[in-house]
């Protein structure tokens, strides 16, 4: 059995169930979901995010139900002091237990899934990570995709701007504001300047015919005020009661211009279009961050400068 804990926002637990679901397949084994994280937001305070499970969203993803769930409590979440000293133990966890895997250096390690492998032909075994590259699940992408086929009822303007982005040749701009520009995330994640997207721009009208631009971004009135462009260009109204529709319509594009961001690599991994452009910024983290982001990004998608100085 494969009992796979799943944290964060939506776009990683999209993540954490490709992995887990992908190594269900693979040999033939039950899969579980922990859900603590998600349980212990209910009406109390936290250092992190207040978050909340999202996958019942996708068709593939209803037979995740309290049924299946786990109750594995490896996080305080309300001390971070604490939950560092855990986390410490967990990793040491990794060195004596053959049962537990928790995902030590962010992206893809082939000799660390090696690992995971060889224990799931023995054992049962707990995954604990963000697994955040293709390569975890690539090999059963086609029903990892299957899986992520979206299930809700989108809302009147939502169904609007589908209707709208089907009808042109549409190509996604994706802008990361809100947490990204506080203190603590600006020092840790690469800054998508204005000119990565007008160097994107470019490259897409020099590449694609007739091109529309569709501007997502949680600052609707920053992207108003520092967009001006000599091209078609729609800014779409967030959603942010159900920030879902934002990543489905993304996808519903034909081309994406990505942030450095989850979010909108699930929106443009999620498109269907064979002969789809998808560019994305040079970095994930700033120059200075010891994570290896070079697995995060598909080999296919286009990296431009992401702080260029020229336009």
């Given at each position: 059995m494969i009992v796979a804990k799943l944290q964060?926002?939506?776009?990683n637990q999209m993540f954490q169930y490709a992995f887990a679901k992908?190594?269900?397949?693979?040999f033939s084994k039950a899969l579980k979901f922990e859900t603590s994280f998600f349980n212990y937001f209910?009406?109390?305070?936290?250092?992190?995010?207040?978050?909340?499970?999202?996958?019942?969203?996708f068709t593939g993803s209803r037979d995740i139900n309290s049924a299946n769930y786990t109750n594995r409590y490896l996080y305080t979440y309300s001390n971070k002091y604490l939950d560092f000293i855990v986390l410490k133990c967990k990793n040491i966890f990794n060195n004596f237990f053959s049962w537990y895997f928790r995902e030590l250096v962010r992206w893809y390690n082939t000799n660390f899934v090696k690992k995971i492998e060889k224990a799931l032909l023995k054992n049962s075994i707990i995954l604990d990570g963000n697994w955040q590259s293709e390569k975890f699940f690539m090999w059963y992408e086609d029903k990892i995709r299957n899986d992520f086929q979206f299930d809700v009822v989108l809302s009147a303007y939502a169904c609007e701007m589908k209707n709208l982005i089907q009808s042109k040749n549409s190509i996604s701009i994706h802008?990361?504001?809100?947490?990204?520009?506080?203190?603590?995330?600006?020092?840790?994640?690469a800054q998508c300047n204005l000119n990565y997207y007008y160097n994107s721009i470019q490259y897409m009208q020099k590449n694609i015919d007739d091109p529309t631009f569709f501007i997502f971004c949680e600052d609707e009135e920053w992207a108003i005020k520092n967009f001006t462009l000599d091209?078609?260009?729609i800014i779409v109204t967030p959603n942010q009661e159900y920030p879902y529709e934002d990543m489905y319509l993304m996808s519903r594009c034909n081309h994406n211009i990505i942030a450095n961001s989850t979010?909108?690599?699930?929106?443009?991994?999620?498109?269907?279009?064979t002969n789809k452009i998808i560019i994305h910024p040079s970095l994930l983290f700033t120059a200075h961050s010891w994570v290896?982001?070079?697995?995060?990004?598909?080999?296919?998608?286009?990296?431009?400068?992401?702080?260029?100085d020229a336009k």
């Open positions: 964060g926002g939506l776009w992908s190594l269900s397949v693979k209910l009406g109390k305070e936290s250092y992190l995010s207040k978050r909340k499970f999202e996958l019942d969203i802008i990361r504001r809100g947490d990204y520009i506080n203190s603590v995330n600006s020092s840790l994640f091209c078609d260009v979010f909108s690599w699930r929106g443009a991994w999620l498109n269907n279009n290896d982001d070079s697995n995060f990004y598909p080999p296919s998608w286009i990296s431009l400068p992401i702080n260029s």
